[in-house]
């Protein structure tokens, strides 16, 4: 299958500052991308979604930018928080069902004090 | 808030044993299933279900079986444990796109 991939295994950025997560993914038919964090001991958390359809969708605090045109997917976080460090993984789907999402391996974020 | 439950947090099993992981969700979804996870390999599909005694493999299904009796429930069965199936398991349900996973069981085989 299709795989998704991450420029940086790790990331780490000061208190208060914003993040930036970068996704690749190399399928074009692709048409759903999900961003998940996963703290230490958890299970994968929803952050936030975006269809194919629209390049940005904003949440509480974080955005989700969609650049189809070069298959990229990233996610920013504004003004960091300590509780913000965890992992974060985005997946792709490209069949309108969950079993066909396909995740990358993970960005580490710290926070740094 | 859906909510997902994996019986055990922590499991240790020997070589050859038959190892049970349980999950259980409460929002009524029909699809449910289990991944496991691995430093630098992401979450590997091994198999789901999609209602009540249906399941289809995944992509690393070999090792493995799985049990749906009821909608709630979703058992992974490793039926003779390897060290190479120490690993995060993680359990998910979903109705459409977004999955809900549980906390995971983190099984190791000795």
């Known amino acids: 299958g299709e795989s998704v991939g991450l420029h940086l295994p790790t990331l780490s950025v000061q208190e208060g500052d914003n993040s930036i997560i970068n996704c690749a993914y190399s399928n074009s038919a692709s048409d759903y991308f999900i961003w998940y964090k996963q703290e230490s001991g958890k299970g994968p958390q929803f952050i936030i979604d975006i269809r194919s359809n629209m390049d940005k969708r904003q949440g509480q605090r974080v955005t989700v930018l969609l650049n189809k045109t070069v298959k990229h997917l990233s996610l920013q976080i504004a003004a960091t928080q300590p509780g913000d460090s965890a992992v974060y993984f985005c997946?792709?789907?490209?069949?309108?069902?969950?079993?066909?999402?396909?995740f990358g391996s993970g960005t580490q974020l710290t926070v740094l004090p | 808030d859906v909510k997902v439950t994996q019986s055990s947090r922590y499991l240790v099993k020997r070589t050859g044993e038959k190892v049970f992981l349980e999950c259980v969700q409460d929002?009524?979804?029909?699809?449910m299933f289990w991944y496991r996870q691995d430093p630098g390999l992401g979450l590997r599909l091994i198999y789901f279900?999609?209602?009540?005694?249906?399941?289809e493999k995944g992509d690393i299904p070999e090792g493995y079986s799985v049990s749906r009796e009821k909608k709630e429930r979703f058992s992974l069965i490793l039926e003779s444990a390897s060290t190479n199936q120490t690993s995060m398991y993680l359990c998910a349900s979903s109705t459409l796109d977004e999955l809900h996973f549980g906390n995971g069981t983190r099984l190791t085989v000795t």
């Open positions: 279900s999609y209602d009540v005694k249906m399941k």
């Open positions: 997946a792709e789907n490209y069949s309108g069902s969950a079993r066909q999402l396909t």
């Open positions: 929002m009524d979804h029909e699809n």
